[in-house]
């Protein structure tokens, strides 16, 4: 291996640095050179990325519950678009969030469901600065391994930017419009606009170098790419074959996700998605998510970051689905009782956010890292939401999938019906154990759910 070559190598031009893949030809030292440890990688040395996809307003029970336990279970409608996967993930029934229900706060289901969400933890009912929730399971995580990466966690939204305000029946907007939680009484603010997270991920030096970067770039329609492509084909001849198969495939991913970000901001602004969405987010919410998700895997892919939180859109959301038949808003819909027209609908939005989900496990699939295996195999990514039956905004019973195989420690193809309601931060408490950090508690934790392993 050339000395020169270093597995945090950063192809550079002007104002501008494009992060790597971890290559073959970077394997010897890999970890064990920069002290790293269980903390941080896999068994076979690669990072372990942990990611959180947050599904608002519940779903259509009766076409979610799988029949059948163990190997042998069946999905079911709803589970229909990521079924080629099922190999890849693990199905938990019976998880709960005691802290979303209302025992003496009153309304405010919604809210308390995006809140508890990855806390645990149930919030102050105040619509005032004076915000109380619980540090997140994402950030627990990033506290511990997010030296080791050039951004601690990455935070992603498809809705606007709420920080104040009142959202759900005397609550703040800031428990509904953020997953993330660095402190009790301080969100990590998503990003919304693609873009931003993509100059985010691939801009280097100071704040002022990205700015001059990305003015250059739109004055020029000229892409990164072009300002490294030199050093690209220096390092191209230093690599082997495999791994210049590799770097082209990149490369060629990175270009095809600006050109798409580009085209999005030529449309300009939506008609209106029912959320703010400022300069640069497609007008297609497909896309919009789509393209996040494509931030979150090169993010992955360059070990920029080994954790992320994705809200695709905040519990309570009113969003309408026009372009699938639904031009109902969702928590209009949710609110069924039992109406089976309504339940239709809710099913058809209940698919569309499933075929986004198994658009992500595609993408993580594709990848392969330098071990020969997938990102999605070096990866515990936790889907779901926070409640189950909307209409009677009930908090247990959550639909949450396990995927990936957690680089090996994590036994998916299954199904586990726990038998009765366990607080679902006994499986953040797994989650966090594999990633080599060692908490006794979390949130409202009653031990370990031990069913992964």
Known sequence: MNPSIDRRTLLRGIGAGISLPVFESFLPGVARAEGASAAATT???????????YKPN????EKWKPTGTGKDYQLNATHEPYAQFKDDFHLISHLEHENGTAGPDGGGDHARANASFLTGVRPRKTAGADIKLGVSVDQVIANHIGDKTRFS???LSCDGVRKSGVCDSGYSCAYQFNLSWRSDTTPMTP????RHVFERLFGAG????????FALRNESQRSILDFVLEDAKQLNKQLGRNDQLK??????GVREIERRIHKAEKFGLPDDPGVPAPDGVPGSYEEHMRLMMDMMVLAFETDSTRVATFLMAHDGSNRSFKEIGVPDGHHTISHHRQNPESLEKLAKI???YSRQFAYFLKQLKAKKDADGKSLLYNSQIVFGGGLSDPDRHRHNELPIIVAGQGGGTIKTGLHTDLGQDTPMSNLFLDLIDRTGVKEERFGDSTGRLGILS
């Not at 519940?58 to 029970?61: D, K, P």
């Open 43 to 53: 068994a076979s040395g690669m990072p372990l990325r942990t990611a959180f996809l």
């Open 191 to 194: 990003e919304s606009n693609p």
């Open 153 to 155: 966690s990455l935070e």
């Open 350 to 352: 209940d698919l569309f």
């Open 206 to 213: 100071s704040k002022e170098d990205r700015k001059k970067s």
């Open 247 to 252: 770097l082209d495939e990149y490369m060629t």
């Open 58 to 61: 519940g779903v259509n029970v």
